[in-house]
């Protein structure tokens, strides 16, 4: 009776320990969803006074919904573990209760329930390791394809970048790739850009391909031979373009004199 007792004390402990665990994570996934809503309300409020553009703030309001999709999945988990476990506890709790002579089939009897209650906190943990979702990198949700209770989609769940710094790929010809060092200065332009931005060239790409972006200028060559640059922009630079992923741009690499 005392190692039954010391059992159902064990998956008490370890209820609690779930429960904690759990609460933990919500208390932090609440201050993310806190924060995301702060920053889109503040957004909001230089959006209606016309200082950012609408694609700022439906980034804000992105990543504030899904903040809020985060939480919701956590209460969830928390709910689905813990009402089972009480159950299975209380079961074998009672089943002691009602032992009054210590016999070897109620023994038998109380230590399969005990098992059987072991057994599902095992699931319970394993189930939420594997409903877990974790980013292999650091970076921002750039788009939702699957909300929380939703079958995931054939994009997969979200689409993440790393936007700070922002990256350009440039298409350098072949015939001018020559020309090309890393650490070279560089001037990006384009649609949607306030001025001027500034980079450095930090790789140079191993393979010619097929040019994939174009000018729509009539008899412009669409089949030139390309190889793939990429220029990292400054951080002040990074910040302004943040939201602007995928972007298509101009860039002009400033030639080295010794390459003159």
Do not use: C, W
């Not at 190692?3 to 209820?15: K, M, S, V, W």
């Not at 209606?48 to 553009?53: P, T």
């Not at 694609?55 to 928390?78: C, G, I, M, P, Y």
């Not at 699931?123 to 390791?129: N, P, Q, S, Y």
Request: charged fraction near 25%; proline fraction near 2%.
């Amino acid at each position: 009776m005392a190692a039954q007792e010391a059992e159902i004390t064990h998956l008490e402990e370890e209820l609690q320990g779930e429960i904690a665990s759990q609460t933990a994570i919500i208390a932090r996934r609440q201050s993310e969803v806190n924060v995301a809503q702060a920053d889109y309300n503040r957004y909001l409020i230089l959006y209606r006074e016309g200082a950012i553009a609408a694609s700022n703030l439906d980034q804000r309001r992105l990543t504030l919904e899904t903040a809020q999709a985060q939480l919701n999945e956590v209460k969830s988990n928390r709910n689905r573990t813990a009402g089972p476990l009480r159950a299975q506890i209380n079961r074998a709790r009672a089943t002691l209760n009602q032992i009054v002579e210590v016999r070897p089939e109620d023994v038998r009897v109380a230590q399969t329930e005990i098992n059987q209650a072991i057994a599902a906190v095992k699931r319970a943990e394993a189930e939420l390791k594997e409903a877990s979702i974790r980013a292999p990198i650091t970076g921002q949700v750039l788009e939702v394809y699957t909300q929380s209770g939703e079958a995931i989609a054939d994009e997969g769940i979200v689409d993440l970048g790393k936007t700070d710094p922002m990256e350009v790929v440039a298409e350098i010809y072949q015939s001018d790739i020559g020309k090309i060092r890393s650490g070279q200065s560089a001037i990006v332009t384009g649609e949607g850009i306030s001025g001027e931005l500034r980079g450095t060239v930090r790789q140079l790409g191993l393979q010619v391909s097929q040019q994939k972006v174009f000018s729509n200028q009539p008899g412009q060559n669409l089949d030139r031979r390309v190889v793939e640059v990429r220029i990292r922009l400054n951080s002040k630079d990074s910040q302004q373009v943040a939201s602007l992923t995928n972007l298509q741009v101009q860039v002009a690499i400033q030639p080295e004199m010794s390459l003159k």
